[in-house]
């Protein structure tokens, strides 16, 4: 079915119902992401809605080494941040080796505005769009993708070393790269609609 500028909103259904959360132990960690399909995912995020035009979303691309050198922040963190009943070691292996299995990992930052006239979970909701149009991006050109939010990313010692400011938040960690040979791409799973709606009003014709 063709509508508007040509759009196709069957096609459209079938890649949001096709977008996956890819987990990097599925990604190829041989296979480079080129730079080029990196910032369409990241023009496409551009693209989100934002309330007051303010474009909270803030992004740090790790490629190549800087994957090892995000792993190691990430331990670091976690061991300093995390009480020791609640400290499991095999959370901090997965911490050093997950970025070394994706090809890129995209920081998701949410910039507050100085004078915080736009709510902040506008800008949240905002970022999360943003999230969402990569996510749709990535996997329309058959890459997996998938948004991890551990809790120290949220520690001010990781949003700072990112270079955000404070009042600025870390709302996760955006993984990115090739499936693996032979991976069988994910079936999603949701509970009918119909459960989580409500229809109010009766339709007259005119
Ligand atoms: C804001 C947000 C944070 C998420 N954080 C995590 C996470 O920390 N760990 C995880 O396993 N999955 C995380 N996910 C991914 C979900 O687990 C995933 O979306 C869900 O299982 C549904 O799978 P699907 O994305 O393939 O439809 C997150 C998703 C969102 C939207």
Known sequence: MMLNDGFDVQEM??????????????????????????????????????????????????????????????????????????????????????????????????????????????????VACAVQNMHLTASAAGLGAYWSSPPLVETREFVEWLGLRTGDRCLGLFYVGWPKPGFVWPKGLRKPVEEKLIWRGELRSS
């Open 13 to 126: 259904t079938r890649l949001i119902r096709h977008r996956r959360s890819v987990k990097p132990v599925d990604m190829d960690p041989g296979r480079v992401v080129e730079p080029g399909l990196l910032m369409e995912l990241l023009e496409n995020a551009n693209h989100a809605p934002t309330h007051g035009l303010t474009e909270p979303w803030r992004f740090t691309i790790f490629q190549g080494d800087a994957r090892a050198e995000l792993a190691g922040v990430m331990q670091r963190i976690y061991r300093e941040t995390t009480p020791v009943n609640e400290f499991r070691e095999d959370k901090m292996l997965k911490m050093g080796q997950n970025p070394l299995l994706a090809g890129a990992v995209i920081s998701i930052g949410m910039a507050r505005q100085a004078g915080g006239k736009i709510p902040e979970i506008e800008e949240i909701e905002a």
